[in-house]
């Protein structure tokens, strides 16, 4: 059967960059793996950063949403009945931030899926300097993302304070006691400098595992507020976009934004942008597609685009 592992966390938790090293880890051991994009919006732009691992070991697929939650649901199980049929030793499955997990298992019970898959790990990716201040909506997938990890994998560990990263497990556990979900949370937290990580850390992330905890289910992401609006083609410089997303973030009129990202081109040079409340990166690129999204709850879209256009 193949491995299939469920690499989740809450919007811009690093899951990306941990996905490149886990896959890589694989890679060098021989297997051949098979990476899923399940994102939640209808444009894709984690796809890009993963290009660097095509190749004979590694291919990458994508489920894009745009449409109902049904009618996600049936791309998904789709696309991993193909992926079951490409001879991958392991497929590793990113989804958006705001991914429901029960969603995951629902597809692998049904079949013929629960004849070609077995599930192997389920990692929840959670920033070390994560936010006090989130929603009861951002806890409650907070929560529902920790309920069935095998671990949970803190990112920039190594750049936060012993304080902090005591803050963030405590979070971690109200977030879990809002939603009457009873774990031990200290237990599965694993806290390392991703870019020092030994054999015997990549032993301990891939042999993870996952569990079934309960807790109290809330129905309907749309309902609880978020959203994701993208934009093509809009204007975009080195010198404008990290002040124009900062004012984004921190005017009430445009709703409470959690990430923005995307791509743009100065030149005949590509850039990526990826911005929370705390941080801000822009990377050069090879490729590129000109796309701005942003993800967060009672977004204004009219309000956005007209500010990023003017």
Known sequence: MIKVDLITGFLGSGKTTFLKMYAKHFMDKGQRIGILEND???VNVDMLLLNELRGDNCELEMVAGGCDADCHRRRFKTKLIAMG????DRVIIEPSGIFDVDEFFDA????PLDRWYEIGNV?????ANLENDLSDV?????ASQIANAGLVVLSKAQLTSDEQLAATIEH?????????????IDSIVFAKDWFNMDEEDFN???SAGYSMASYVKKHGVDGGGYKTVYFLELPMTKASIKQKINTLMT??????ILRAKGFFKEGDTWYQFNATSKEFELTEMSVGQEVFIVIGEDLDSDKIKSFMTS
């Not at 692998?108 to 079949?111: G, N, S, T």
């Not at 951002?138 to 907070?142: E, K, Q, T």
């Open 251 to 256: 005017t009430e009129d445009y709703g409470k």
């Open 40 to 42: 939640y919006g209808a």
């Open 204 to 206: 301990t992330l891939s």
């Open 85 to 88: 049929m490409s001879g991958y």
């Open 108 to 111: 692998l019970r049904d079949e």
């Open 172 to 184: 971690l556990k109200v977030a879990a006691k809002k939603a009457q979900l009873q774990k031990d």
């Open 138 to 142: 951002s806890d409650y997938f907070l």
């Open 123 to 127: 990692i929840t990716i959670v920033d």
